[in-house]
T-cell receptor
Framework: DQQVKQNSPSLSVQEGRISILNCDYT??????FLWYKKYPAEGPTFLIS?????DKNEDGRFTVFLNKSAKHLSLHIVPSQPGDSAVYFC????????????FGTGTSLTVIP | DGGITQSPKYLFRKEGQNVTLSCEQN?????MYWYRQDPGQGLRLIYY???????QKGDIAEGYSVSREKKESFPLTVTSAQKNPTAFYLC?????????????FGDGTRLSIL
């Protein structure tokens, strides 16, 4: 049973435009959410996180939004750059998950120059 | 320069053979994890350890074994009982003493069957 879902396997965006990656979760006990970026044949790199006491967290070009009532989070990248082309994973954890993290299946972002 | 080191980067296994994947971290993290990544399936948890000499099964532990004799090391053995071992294996670690902390990942080991 997939507790964290990324329903868009791929996304293409023009350089300079906004990229919006989406993630849905089912476990209402999740209270910590993360986004990772992954290049082929490398491990994921942590990008940005948000706890459930917030609905927005910003770090440079990256902003994560959390909608708890909809069990939905999104990652906005503005402006998108060709170097942002990678696979993006969302992940979630919570007090009832025994320090486990649950990952989505990833969205492959291509930023077109 | 702190981080997680996985070795080897590529590994080949013959049928019926056990192989061990190495994971070492110098981040002084208590928790360590092993994930398996298959195409289109994201990361699935194999085993995790929150403290030395203790570990728990994840969602897909069958055919795998681990040990945690030292804080910095968490090797994963893929046994002959794992019938479909071809995958990309990722090791991660995280701190536990300051509330929620992100996991840090190694660069992975790609295991293939000869």
């Amino acid at each position: 049973d997939q507790q964290v879902k990324q329903n868009s396997p791929s996304l293409s965006v023009q350089e300079g435009r906004i990229s919006i990656l989406n993630c849905d979760y089912t476990n209402s006990m999740f209270d910590y959410f993360l986004w990772y970026k992954k290049y082929p044949a490398e491990g994921p790199t942590f990008l940005i996180s948000i706890s459930s006491i917030k609905d927005k967290n910003e770090d440079g070009r990256f902003t994560v939004f959390l909608n708890k009532s909809a069990k939905h989070l999104s990652l906005h990248i503005v402006p998108s750059q060709p170097g942002d082309s990678a696979v993006y994973f969302c992940a979630a954890s919570g007090r009832n998950t025994g320090n486990q993290f649950y990952f989505g299946t990833g969205t492959s972002l291509t930023v077109i120059p | 320069d702190g981080g997680i080191t996985q070795s080897p980067k590529y590994l080949f296994r013959k049928e019926g053979q056990n192989v061990t994947l190495s994971c070492e971290q110098n981040l002084n993290h208590d928790a360590m994890y092993w994930y398996r990544q298959d195409p289109g399936q994201g990361l699935r948890l194999i085993y995790y350890s929150q403290i030395v000499n203790d570990f728990q099964k994840g969602d897909i532990a069958e055919g795998y074994s681990v040990s945690r004799e030292k804080k910095e090391s968490f090797p994963l053995t893929v046994t002959s009982a794992q019938k479909n071992p071809t995958a990309f294996y990722l090791c991660a670690s995280s701190a536990r003493d300051r509330g929620y902390q992100p996991q840090h990942f190694g660069d992975g080991t790609r295991l293939s069957i000869l």
